[in-house]
């Protein structure tokens, strides 16, 4: 078990901790429906300490082979991303994000489960240097549509990225201008004390903490998938409308995602709503159905204090994918109706 | 109404309790159900509750409702045999009301029980402070 670095200081800030892919993290700090809305209204940090950065170095050529999105197009500064790892099969192996230092640089961002498996597969299947900062620094993001008037301007556009700066008067490694909640923001990592000084600044201006129920609830509103729920090695990104590849080159996989989207696919992802007054959450593996027969199932759910509702996502098979139409969901052996929807559901 | 804080759980001593973290309450042969302030927090945010049916029989031990919380669907065990006689239908809508308040506004159901011997079996709420201390 790991333990994320800011611990001590985020107990202090009331954060319930728990387990989340090998790490101990902040769950909750109050309510995560609070912590939800503070991001669609306000503005709120997250600790994401647990995810997995690597830094790879070498041929170009090399981490092109490896990744699916192309990534010589790109300025240096910038992410290219979401993007993946597949495997020759064109499963996800994880999906990532790359963040471009040099024609022969890239940082990349893994899910904290894959985080080993993906060193691995890189080691072996390139000549690759790859190097784990995942224990040295921290990785925090602040959140939100109100977020310029609690956090000092930086000049960048969505999905630059600069390293070796100041954030909040602080030394930082890195800062980009990114997250994964559908609302502006920016991401930092840096060694854990510069970011409690940053956090303590933040926080008497009067942002909130957040976890990672919280941060899942907001990429589920987004449609945003989550590794080991939404996707794993047995999906592909065809089936999960997940376009993180660029056919114009070439990298493990591509093969086999061709041959995919010339025979199509028997299952694809969808997004679905509850009723508002049906407060059931649909949990992974519930069977999405029409008419009594089974036609797809749930991969993740939760409730939505955004839209004051159930939503969540699965798969349906791909002659069923009524996009708009409704199902019904069996949940603890009862049908419930849901609405068939496409991303975001925040709409 | 006293109450007893353990860690950061408070327990009432004027109500009973089960092995699985309801709380009852009873008044003659009427038992007020509910989920402990421990139980609510160890589900953090309650989003949604599955109420039993006014009139239902039910016995010593069956789920007879659910409380879902974005971790888990916990089972609501009856701690007393008898029927369903009112259930709290403001948590239909309202079912973060458990959090807020779990001994009083969060009540789940209303049973009224027909074996007096099973009342005995309850924990005491020292019984109870036992179970979850430590935790």
Do not use: C
């Amino acid at each position: 078990m790991f333990w994320t670095p800011l611990i001590n200081f985020e107990e202090k800030l009331g954060a319930n901790i728990g387990e989340f892919a090998g790490w101990k993290m902040p769950m909750t700090y109050s309510s995560y429906q609070e912590e939800h809305m503070a991001v669609r209204t306000k503005s709120a940090f997250f600790d994401l300490s647990h995810m997995g950065r690597l830094r790879v170095k070498g041929k170009l050529q090399e981490i092109e082979n490896l990744i699916a999105k192309k990534l010589s197009d790109a300025p240096a500064g910038t992410m290219i991303g979401p993007t993946a790892f597949l495997n020759d099969k064109a499963g996800f192996i994880d999906d990532v994000m790359t963040y471009k230092v040099s024609d022969s640089e890239f940082l990349i961002v893994t899910n904290a489960i894959n985080r080993e498996k993906v060193t691995a597969w890189i080691r072996r299947n390139s000549s690759l240097e790859v190097e784990d900062l995942t224990f040295d620094l921290v990785l925090v993001a602040v959140q939100g549509r109100g977020i310029w008037d609690v956090v000092e301007r930086i000049d960048l556009a969505p999905l630059q990225f600069r390293l070796n700066t100041k954030f909040e008067g602080q030394d930082v490694f890195l800062v980009s201008r990114s997250g994964w909640t559908g609302e502006d923001g920016l991401e930092f990592w840096s060694k854990p004390e510069n970011a409690q000084v940053i956090l303590e600044r933040l926080l008497t201006r009067g942002m909130k903490g957040a976890g990672l129920v919280a941060r899942d609830s907001l990429r589920l509103e987004m449609g945003f998938v989550l590794y080991g729920e939404d996707i794993g090695e047995d999906v592909n990104p065809v089936e999960a409308r997940y376009w993180v590849y660029s056919l114009d080159k070439d990298f493990i996989g591509k093969e086999a995602l061709l041959d995919t989207l010339k025979r199509g696919v028997d299952k694809l992802r969808i997004g679905f709503k509850l009723p508002k007054n049906q407060r059931v959450i649909p949990r992974n593996s519930s069977k999405i159905k029409i008419a009594g027969v089974e036609i797809g199932q749930v991969t993740s759910s939760t409730y939505s204090p955004f839209l004051s509702r159930v939503i969540g996502m699965g798969y349906l098979s791909s002659r069923h994918f009524f996009m708009g139409g409704t199902a019904e969901i069996e949940v603890r052996g009862k049908d419930y109706s849901v609405k068939l929807s496409d991303f975001p559901l925040l709409k | 109404m006293s109450e007893t804080k353990v860690g950061k759980y408070l327990v009432r001593m004027d109500l009973l309790y089960t092995e699985s973290d309801e709380w009852v309450k009873l008044e003659g042969d009427i038992a007020t159900v509910g989920i402990t302030d421990y139980a609510q927090k160890k589900l953090r945010d309650i989003v949604g509750v599955d109420l039993p049916r006014k009139g239902q029989k039910v016995i010593l031990g069956e789920v007879v409702a659910v409380v879902e919380s974005v971790k888990a669907a916990a089972d609501i065990y009856s701690p007393v045999s008898g029927e369903i006689i009112d259930v709290n239908e403001e948590l239909v809508t309202a079912p973060e009301t458990i959090n807020k308040d779990p001994y009083g506004s969060g009540w789940l159901f209303k049973i009224k029980a027909n074996s007096p011997e099973e009342t005995k079996k309850l924990l005491s709420p020292e019984s109870y402070i036992e179970k979850i201390k430590g935790d």
